[in-house]
């Protein structure tokens, strides 16, 4: 009959194997499939990852280093004959990269430079890469370059890296706070919600541009800079990620609490207590976890938000400081070039595509993500 | 010595759970207290089971979720093995709930939906038995499985995936993962279809004597606990009006209102079913919010008289069945 009789731990054991085939489907894999039958928002994710992946990777392009003044070519427009050009400087004929020259083009700090991080040496391979792979091609200035014969193409993608990351991180910070507050505030209920909430109606009440400007005149002080700096926050960008973070939490705080104070009348909340989950189990595994649909679909709106402010504050000249770019500088400068002797449509209408597109997507996105994880469509 | 047998496992003495309450408009406010458990008085021992029936709203849950702690209760006395655990706060609370635990009236909402039946399962596991390592808890989440009737090969799925049955034994190996000695079951088979309702209490019932457990079995009606319970107690707005061993209530059911539930239990007899009195109830069905003078019963009670309104009856022993048959009526010996 059976093989040498088993133990019960032995049997379980050998089952265990089996379960780990059985994948159930979650409700995030459920909300996937709904979401790939959306066009829209499948569209809006794949442009979203080219551009992201084309951001992250911009140095291995065969694009012109953004920095690279060029007075001979101020306001020329776009062109596009001969399409690529071979005249890169800061790699010779035989490959040699030459790091001043790489420095000044692109802002990628030299490996011997004390304040090169990880972050340029990524750079630094990238470069290499590209060298390896396109020479000294590179292409020609297909958006026409600004009032400096900069190459308005390049500085796009390297505006893009800032803007895609300022959006990125202001929006987690956000998040973070946000969810955490909220949820909390919703579990706790009772006093200390009405306090913490009052908390957040008070911050709302102040008038943010001006707390941001005031903190962004204060940290430009060459004093407190130089103290910042001691701390290895080098640019004003690192700073103003946390600043706007810390603004967009309000209304996430405000939204994840509505909902885990209905959420919290679930029964498997009160089964949680019953099997000894504390709160910060409770908050942090029961509740959050279900909030997640929401907290995905806010943060597909508040980074838009988030780069539109960022855009409006480079308006102001508050933003992103020279020689970084990121697409609210450009279309800064876009406008502002604007005169009556000669309009230079490109420098406006490129930077505002590229921010406008992206926007769209990440709505279109937000609005997918909706519906594809919209617990009313289907029981749980 | 005394056997352990013979102290009572659970005690509840006089056990209140007033929700405040404010209406009407904003400038004439009108506070309130709802009476959702007004009370309730009742032991248990090892291995036991008490019923506890009554219609919708008389405060089942909330006796059940103030004894486990889950809400504070307003007044009164809960003792668990001996200790008394009444409105210790979560932390003092955690030790006591390996020994108590409770399987909930709806098998869809009681679940995490974003989480898989090996994680819920487990979840207890991980909180008292910090010890154990990913696949310790893994196989014994399987244990537990096989021993609800579960394809312990499930482990990965997710909630939804399952059918209400399916999930109330997920609900009860959850249950089972701490050790407890008693559950508290609340409707555990009346989101159920009848036929699988058999099959849960039959589960149960199996575990019962399997573990030793003890149980206060919650349901809105008569004949489902009959066969499981040792003693069935009758709640009415918040009060057990009537507590005994199951068959005596049964064959002698003494509170007006006990006589009423058992009359519209249909008899497996076609004769005596042909025959059978139904006590139809009349009268407002009684709100929890309001202050009863005298019996809470009286305004549907079918033997109602005058003394009746004027002060509430007490719980009281039948002579003759040395106080383990007690009703809350005047007039419970006629
Ligand atoms: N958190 C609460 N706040 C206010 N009132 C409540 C609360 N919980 C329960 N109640 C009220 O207490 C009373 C008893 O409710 P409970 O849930 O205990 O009834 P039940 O006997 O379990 O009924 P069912 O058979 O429908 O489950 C009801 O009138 C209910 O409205
Ligand atoms: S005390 Fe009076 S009103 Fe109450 S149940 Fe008994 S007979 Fe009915
Ligand atoms: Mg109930």
């Known amino acids: 009959m059976t093989d040498a009789p088993v133990t019960a731990a032995e049997k379980y054991a050998r089952l265990l194997a089996e ?243 209905s959420l919290k009348q679930e029964q498997f909340v009160e089964a949680a207590r019953t099997i000894g989950c504390n709160r910060r189990r409770i908050i942090f595994l029961h509740l959050v976890p279900n909030l997640l649909s929401i907290i995905i679909v806010y943060l597909t709106l508040t980074i838009p938000r988030v780069m539109l402010f960022e855009a409006f504050l480079s308006f102001l000249g508050l933003g992103v400081e020279a020689p970084d770019v990121s697409w609210g500088v450009l279309a800064n400068e876009g406008t502002q070039s604007i005169t009556a002797v000669h309009i230079d449509w490109w420098l406006v209408v490129y930077p505002g595509l590229a921010l406008g597109s992206t926007l769209f997507a990440l709505n279109f996105l937000g609005d997918g993500l909706r519906d594809a994880l919209d617990p009313r469509l289907k029981n749980r | 010595m005394i056997k352990a047998s013979d102290a009572p496992l659970l005690e509840v003495r006089d056990l209140k759970v007033h929700f405040p309450f404010r209406r009407g408009s904003l400038f004439r406010p009108e506070h309130g207290f709802i009476r959702a458990v007004d009370g309730v008085s009742f032991s248990l021992r090892e291995g036991e089971t008490l019923g506890l029936v009554g219609e919708s709203g008389c405060g089942k849950s909330t006796t059940a979720r103030a004894v486990l702690n889950l809400i504070p209760p307003t007044f009164g006395e809960v003792c668990l093995e001996g200790e008394p655990i009444a409105g210790l706060s979560d932390t003092a609370m955690l030790p006591h709930r390996q020994t108590m635990q409770m399987i909930f009236q709806d098998p869809f909402a009681s679940l995490n939906p974003r989480m898989t039946v090996g994680r819920i399962v487990g979840e207890p596991l991980k909180i008292f038995r910090p010890g154990m390592d990913r696949e310790g808890r893994a196989v014994e989440v399987m244990r537990l499985l096989d021993m609800v009737g579960l394809n312990p090969r499930f482990l990965n799925r997710y909630p939804h995936e399952f059918s209400g049955g399916q999930r109330q034994r997920i609900g009860i190996a959850r249950a089972l993962a701490v050790g407890p000695k008693l559950i508290f079951c609340d409707e555990p088979v009346s989101a159920l279809d009848v036929s699988i309702q058999a099959q849960i209490v039959n589960l149960l019932e199996d575990l019962q004597t399997q573990l030793k457990l003890a149980y206060v079995f919650i349901a809105h009606d008569l004949s489902l606990v009959r066969h499981i319970s040792d003693m069935v107690g009758v709640m009415y707005l918040g009060r057990i009006v009537e507590i005994a061993p199951a068959d005596e209530l049964y064959r002698n059911p003494r509170h007006p209102y006990t006589k009423a539930l058992l009359s519209a239990v249909p008899v497996a007899d076609p004769q005596i079913e042909r025959t059978r009195q139904r006590i139809v109830l009349t009268g407002d069905v009684p709100s929890p919010d309001r202050v009863y003078p005298g019996c809470p019963f009286a305004d549907r009670c079918p033997q109602v008289r005058d003394e009746c309104r004027k002060s509430p009856p007490k719980l009281e022993g039948i002579a003759g069945t040395a106080d383990v048959h007690q009703a809350a009526c005047f007039f419970a010996r006629d």
């Open chain 1, 19 to 261: 379960a780990q085939q059985v994948r159930g489907t979650s409700l995030g894999r459920d909300a996937w499939r709904r979401l790939k039958r959306n066009r829209a928002a499948m569209i809006a994710l794949g442009y979203l990852f080219l551009i992201g992946i084309g951001a992250l990777f911009t140095p291995l392009w065969p694009l012109q280093a953004p920095r690279m003044v060029r007075s001979d070519r101020a306001f020329a427009a776009p062109q596009f004959q001969p399409a690529f050009t071979q005249t890169t400087t800061w790699i010779d004929d035989s490959g040699a990269i030459d790091d001043d020259a790489v420095s000044a083009a692109f802002g990628i700090r030299a490996a011997d430079d004390p304040k090169s991080g990880w972050f340029d040496a990524f750079n630094r391979q990238l470069l290499r890469l590209r060298g390896a792979i396109f020479g000294r091609w590179e292409a020609a200035s297909w958006c026409g370059c600004d009032m400096l014969g900069r190459d308005l193409l390049a500085r796009l993608f390297w505006g893009a890296r800032i803007s895609l990351v300022v959006g990125l991180v202001a929006g987690l910070v956000s998040l973070v706070i946000g969810v955490s507050y909220g949820a909390t505030s919703g579990y706790l209920g009772g006093t200390v919600d009405s306090l913490m909430m009052r908390f957040v109606d008070v911050l709302y009440s102040i008038p943010f541009i001006f707390v941001v400007i005031l903190l962004i005149t204060v940290l430009d002080d060459p004093e407190v800079k130089a103290g910042l700096s001691s701390w290895g926050i080098e640019n004003r960008i690192t700073i103003f990620f946390f600043v706007v973070g810390a603004i967009y939490w309000l209304t996430m705080a405000r939204v994840v609490r509505g909902q885990v104070l």
